[in-house]
């Protein structure tokens, strides 16, 4: 007898979850909770028929299986979180002249790795703007009948503040029309990856996998005036992952000042792909593909890319980049380190005592940044997680430790686990 393939939901049905360290999304009794709780129910045991997507059971994830207790609103989740196979490849078009349905990331072979899109057409880099400042970075845990999915839960008002547009009609049209857009994204992934501290799987997305379970709109009247909330909530296979935490924070102050959409894309790139290392390598053609540059022009797409980068080199996001005789493009990373030292910043904010760090913004900058190239981005991001992604940390802590840290003579770059140890000690931590 044939063995079946089991669907990617039947993949990750026992792997064990850990704690979650996305906040929980807390609703009172009303109108907004009884629309997710009705679609969190309608997703549990139907399919999606009237929306017209593909013919698949759906399920939520079993709460038992996640620690409870060690719930946390980890001032971390203040940065905007993208799932990391989604940052691997293009899922916007940002091509200035082809218009498709589907953003294609190809091999050398010409055989698809990935195809991301919508009846309505590709993403384009303003869709993705939205997809990831307001609709990811508003996920949050939500339980109903002890099973947990994450669910994102906004106005088209707060989209158009927290992402700093302009308030006009044309522009709200806009958010809407991108809002619409996202709720039918479809993804097939040849390889995507699962993975957690105990496991790690790879499976196949296909037949135009949903990126969202369920998008769609309710008005809620309250004491003031009535709003009308856009509702998202993600599919298994991108919860897990962010559950997991396997995806990537940026800066989100840093992400919002970014206006050109291309510009932020390579950026989120490189924060993705350079990690720890001071450069990054990658073939152009390669480079070009994974960001979405798409033109039929090769030349033009290189010219296209030359200027975002020489953008973010004046900004201080990179140092340099070259790009070789044998087409590798190699960008180094800056100095000062503006993205270490704005997720710093952007912890500290998130604290009760945000309006100290605001009066002092410009000191606390380059304090870290003296820190940095004393002892090493290194030793200092890894110092700063021990205390971001620590369970129940307090910036204070954290700015306590850096007190003593200053106090030291930087002789050397050289910062071991058994010298924070003692710089903790004296901090009395």
């Not at 990537?248 to 993705?272: A, E, M, P, Q």
């Not at 380190?337 to 605001?358: A, H, M, Q, S």
């Amino acid at each position: 007898m044939k063995k079946t393939k089991p669907t990617p939901d039947e993949e990750i049905k026992d792997m064990e979850l850990p704690y979650i360290k996305i906040q929980r999304l807390e609703i009172s009794e009303g109108e907004l909770k009884d629309f997710i709780d009705s679609k969190i129910d309608f997703i549990e045991g139907k399919i999606f028929e009237k929306d017209k997507l593909p013919d698949r059971n759906f399920t939520l994830f079993d709460m038992s299986k996640i620690e409870k207790q060690k719930y946390t609103d980890s001032p971390v989740n203040q940065n905007i979180m993208i799932e990391r196979n989604l940052l691997e490849v293009p899922i916007a078009n940002y091509s200035d002249k082809t218009k498709t349905n589907w953003i294609i990331f190809e091999n050398k072979d010409k055989s698809i790795i990935t195809k991301t899109g919508t009846p309505d057409g590709a993403l384009t880099g303003f869709d993705e703007r939205v997809l990831w400042g307001e609709v990811t970075y508003k996920f949050k845990f939500y339980v109903r009948n002890n099973k947990v999915c994450l669910v994102s839960a906004f106005t088209t008002y707060d989209t158009m503040k927290d992402l700093n547009l302009a308030k006009s009609g044309a522009v709200r049209q806009k958010v809407n029309s991108s809002i619409e857009k996202l709720g039918k994204v479809l993804i097939n992934y040849k390889k995507f990856n699962i993975k957690s501290e105990k496991s790690n799987k790879i499976i196949e997305l296909s037949e135009d996998y949903p990126l969202f379970k369920y998008r769609g709109s309710v008005k809620v009247k309250d004491e003031e005036r009535e709003r009308s909330y856009h509702v998202f909530i993600l599919n298994d296979m991108f919860s897990y992952n962010l559950i997991n935490q396997y995806l990537k924070y940026v800066s989100r102050k840093r992400y919002i000042k970014i206006t050109d959409d291309l510009t932020r894309r390579i950026w989120i790139y490189l924060s993705c792909k350079m990690g720890k290392e001071e450069k990054y390598q990658e073939g152009i053609d390669t480079f070009l593909n994974r960001v979405g540059i798409t033109d039929e022009r090769k030349d033009h797409a290189i010219e296209r890319l030359k200027e975002k980068l020489t953008r973010l080199k004046e900004k201080g996001d990179i140092e340099k980049y070259f790009i070789s005789k044998n087409k590798i493009l190699t960008i180094y990373r800056a100095k000062g380190n503006i993205e270490l030292t704005e997720r710093i910043i952007d912890w500290l904010y998130g604290d009760c005592f945000n309006g100290w760090v605001k009066a002092l913004e410009v000191k606390m900058k380059n304090k870290f940044n003296t820190l940095i190239r004393n002892y090493g981005s290194k030793r200092i991001e890894g110092l700063f997680n021990d205390y971001a992604n620590a369970y129940n940390s307090h910036p204070k802590h954290f700015l306590k430790v850096i007190k003593e840290l200053e106090q030291e003579e930087p002789i050397t770059d050289k910062l071991t686990h058994k010298d924070i140890q003692k710089l903790k000690k004296k901090a009395g931590i």
